[in-house]
């Protein structure tokens, strides 16, 4: 009973605060998948649980209209966009948006762990050896975390992010849209970082990441590390995969160095 009525208590004051204006700010962690956005946004509703605080992958129509006709595990992408739009439709918002980046190579394998019955069609990720995973691997660009950024988030914003500047040693950096406030964050810095980003642009407080407690098996968390101690590509493969926009301007020369060291195969003399 007790805890049913804390329940009623939260939602009536949440209503209290964003149905009736007397809050208006919304915060957005919008970015690509697979690039720690559920710690983000988890520590966020933690932070303050009860302003709108929303967690979103797609909001551009170029890939929600590929969505459409696709796999049917992207039903919920459009469905959480359908649901946020009508939401961003009731007044005007305070929008704060929070996007991150992430080495490509190691999104990409982070990845097939949400996306895997796309992939490979068959209803566990363990039915997939490592050596199936890593093939499919070398098959790929790696430009999904680029073209994200090309479509999907300027679509949304209308901010080209790589016609203006990053600070890459930081690992953050803040910007203005007509749309919203925008803040953009490299994931290899969070912990060290996202107590000094959110101070600037939220405001001051203490803000702790709380990591997401992922109820993934322990063989696929296994199959996981097996990938990525077992993937390795080519010289000309890393140069292909890092030598991109996105790289050069969420990252400097130092980082890509590092990010090519870890998934470089050892030449066979």
């Known amino acids: 009973?007790?805890?049913?009525?804390?329940?009623?208590?939260?939602?009536?004051?949440?209503q209290y605060f964003t149905k009736?204006?007397?809050?208006?700010?919304?915060?957005?962690?919008?970015?690509?998948?697979?690039?720690?956005?559920?710690?983000?946004?988890?520590?966020?509703?933690?932070?303050?649980?009860f302003k709108e605080i929303h967690h979103i992958h797609f909001l551009g129509d170029t890939w929600l209209d590929s969505f459409k006709t696709g796999?049917?595990?992207?039903?919920?992408?459009?469905?959480?966009?359908?649901?946020l739009n009508k939401l961003l439709a009731?007044?005007?918002?305070?929008?704060?948006?929070?996007?991150?980046?992430?080495?490509?190579?190691?999104?990409?394998?982070?990845?097939?762990?949400?996306?895997w019955k796309h992939i490979f069609n068959v209803e566990n990720i363990t039915d997939v050896s490592a050596e199936m995973i890593i093939a499919h691997l070398k098959e790929i660009d790696f430009s999904y975390a680029q073209n994200w950024f090309e479509t999907d988030f300027k679509e949304f914003t209308g901010f080209?992010?790589?016609?203006?500047?990053?600070n890459s040693s930081r690992g953050y950096e803040i910007y203005s849209c007509k749309k919203a406030e925008l803040l953009i964050f490299q994931l290899?810095?969070?912990?060290?970082?996202?107590?000094?980003?959110?101070?600037?642009?939220?405001?001051?407080?203490?803000?702790?990441l709380h990591e997401e407690n992922i109820t993934a098996s322990?063989?696929?968390?296994?199959?996981?590390?097996?990938?990525?101690?077992?993937?390795?590509?080519?010289?000309q493969q890393l140069e292909n995969i890092y030598d991109s926009l996105y790289m050069s301007?969420?990252?400097?020369?130092?980082?890509?160095?590092?990010?090519?060291?870890?998934?470089?195969?050892?030449?066979?003399?």
């Open 1 to 14: 009973m007790k805890h049913n009525l804390k329940r009623i208590y939260r939602f009536i004051k949440r």
């Open 20 to 49: 009736f204006g007397l809050d208006r700010d919304l915060y957005l962690v919008y970015t690509m998948s697979k690039v720690g956005s559920s710690t983000v946004y988890n520590s966020l509703k933690k932070k303050y649980p």
């Open 71 to 83: 796999h049917p595990t992207f039903n919920n992408n459009l469905k959480n966009a359908s649901n």
């Open 90 to 115: 009731k007044k005007r918002w305070n929008i704060k948006i929070i996007s991150l980046t992430r080495d490509p190579i190691a999104r990409d394998v982070s990845g097939i762990f949400q996306t």
């Open 160 to 166: 080209d992010i790589f016609e203006h500047e990053f």
């Open 188 to 208: 290899e810095q969070l912990n060290s970082n996202f107590n000094l980003a959110m101070n600037r642009f939220i405001g001051k407080g203490e803000y702790k």
């Open 218 to 235: 322990r063989a696929s968390g296994e199959l996981n590390t097996k990938v990525k101690q077992l993937l390795k590509l080519s010289h």
């Open 249 to 269: 301007t969420f990252y400097n020369t130092s980082q890509i160095d590092k990010f090519k060291k870890r998934w470089l195969e050892e030449l066979k003399e």
